[in-house]
């Protein structure tokens, strides 16, 4: 991953994948030096906005998450650095920072001091990976990977018949 080449920061894909051709996206992903955010809803608890609302606060929600599947990785989505401070007191396994500033984002990865490991989502693009990993996080999840897949044709032309 050329644009993320001299730092420490991962490129990760997402679950967002094409009906039927996850595995191989996957694989694609990892064959071309990504790593894999996670298959499926089965192996790990993402905590996102809805699930802290209905909880009614990011420590509930981890707990509660914690208590109904203790060994599955527990990843808590933040919306700013007020949430990243409640996010950091649960000891989750992953704390995704979500439409971040480049400031907020180093700000996030001063506070967070290597404890539990940041992921960058929302609105990357390949311009933005360079800035985004000068900033120190460990991970940017880039669902552009699986979900703005092109077909490529392939088609065989061949020349005239033989005479």
């Given amino acids: 991953m050329a644009a993320v080449a001299g730092t420490r920061t991962r490129i990760l894909d997402t679950r967002k994948t094409l009906p039927g051709l996850r595995q191989a996206q996957k694989y694609a992903v990892r064959a071309g030096g990504g790593d894999n955010h996670r298959m499926g809803l089965y192996d ?32 808590i989505e933040v ?58 996080v460990d991970c940017v999840s880039v669902g552009a990977l699986t979900k703005h897949v092109q077909a490529l044709d392939l088609s065989l032309r061949l020349g005239p018949p033989p005479g």
């Fill in 44 to 75: 790990a608890v993402m905590l996102k906005e809805n699930h802290i609302h209905a909880a009614g606060s990011i420590a509930a929600a981890a707990t509660a998450a914690r208590a109904k599947h203790p060994t599955l990785p527990l990843i």
């Fill in 79 to 136: 919306e700013s650095l007020q949430e990243l401070d409640q996010a950091l007191a649960t000891g989750c396994d992953r704390i995704l920072v979500d439409d971040f500033s480049h400031d907020d984002l180093r700000e996030a990865v001063r506070r967070a001091a290597g404890r539990i490991p940041l992921e960058v989502s929302g609105g990357v693009t390949l311009d933005r990976l360079p800035a985004i990993a000068a900033t120190g």
